[in-house]
């Protein structure tokens, strides 16, 4: 292990202990992940584009062979092998993600523990520099099928099953040696009251009843909302929308990534998408400067990469 990576990783466990403001970590979504690694070039126009923008942690895709589920091993592992240590020496943390929203089911649950050893078996088969520091999951059951004509009894189930297949992965990415830094993209809406301020979505998971994001508030270290709106202030803009979240979260184990977009993606509301980078930023500085006092945040998250990129300075 490098020294610059042992500080890194000592740093990030030192502000997860201690719950110290931490406004200059950044997190942000990759995708194309399979041709940046098999570039040096790529990789290097990457490590610049965060340096220059203070990202700290990338939520790298990982993709695993085709074998039966309960054995998932990840692909391309020299490939992602140099690009782990190249990363490491740009103290860079990069956290695997996967998920899909089939994996809130319990059905699909082993398929996710499976992946997570996956993750761990590859670990340990290499050299610290070369290792993963983390799994971060983006299981979104709002995308089932099923759950567009779902009614409440429905969608707290649904919701309790994602909550289940979160802490059964976290116990095992904890577990893991060395040990995993464990995270989980979450919708902003799942703290959501009623007029009687009761959760919309009432969640009970060993024997207690609160919201889905509470519960994974409890397990995590931490969450990446998916807070996407275009404007920071008022009652639909970021800084309202994740205010319950990152409370919580001031009490809680885990921290908070606020994400934002910018890619092409969805109502235009929500996205910085057509807007300079300049802009955007100008527009997010509210959002660091309400919640960097709060222990709950951690900073900012660009989805994703590729569109943030391309945005025009």
């Known amino acids: 292990m490098t020294i610059r990576l042992f500080i890194g990783l000592l740093l990030f466990g030192m502000l997860a202990a201690a719950k110290l403001p931490a406004a200059e970590m950044r997190g942000m979504w990759v995708y194309k992940t399979d041709v940046i690694a098999s570039s040096s070039e790529a990789s290097n126009q990457l490590f610049d584009f965060c340096a220059k923008r203070h990202i700290t942690d990338l939520f790298w895709q990982v993709y695993f062979t085709k074998l039966p589920e309960e054995d998932r091993a990840l692909d391309n592992v020299e490939l992602t092998r140099v690009f782990l240590q190249r990363a490491h020496a740009r103290s860079l943390r990069i956290h695997a993600l996967f998920g899909d929203p089939s994996h809130t089911l319990r059905a699909k649950h082993a398929i996710v523990l499976a992946s997570i050893d996956g993750v761990i078996a590859f670990n340990r088969d290499g050299p610290g520099e070369a290792r993963f520091d983390g799994v971060h999951l983006d299981i979104e059951p709002h995308g089932l099928p099923q759950w567009k004509n779902a009614d409440i009894l429905l969608k707290c189930d649904l919701l309790t099953q994602f909550v289940e297949v979160n802490h059964k992965a976290a116990m095992r990415a904890h577990a893991a040696v060395p040990r995993l830094i464990y995270g989980a ?3 902003f809406w799942l703290d959501q009251t009623n007029a009687e301020g009761q959760a919309t979505y009432p969640v009970t998971f060993q024997g207690v009843t609160k919201d889905a994001a509470k519960h994974l508030l409890d397990v995590v270290d931490h969450v990446a909302i998916m807070s996407y709106r275009n404007t920071a202030e008022g009652q639909n803009g970021i800084i309202a929308l994740v205010a319950k979240t990152i409370a919580y979260a001031d009490t809680s184990k885990a921290r908070v ?3 934002v977009k910018m890619a092409d993606i969805g109502p235009k509301f929500e996205s910085f998408y057509g807007q300079t980078e300049s802009q955007m930023m100008a527009a997010l ?18 989805f994703m990469c590729e569109a943030f990129k391309n945005m025009p300075p």
């Open 257 to 259: 990534f606020v994400g």
């Open 185 to 187: 993209d979450i919708v």
């Open 285 to 302: 500085q509210p959002v660091e400067e309400t919640y960097r006092p709060h222990p709950g945040y951690i900073g900012l998250a660009f």
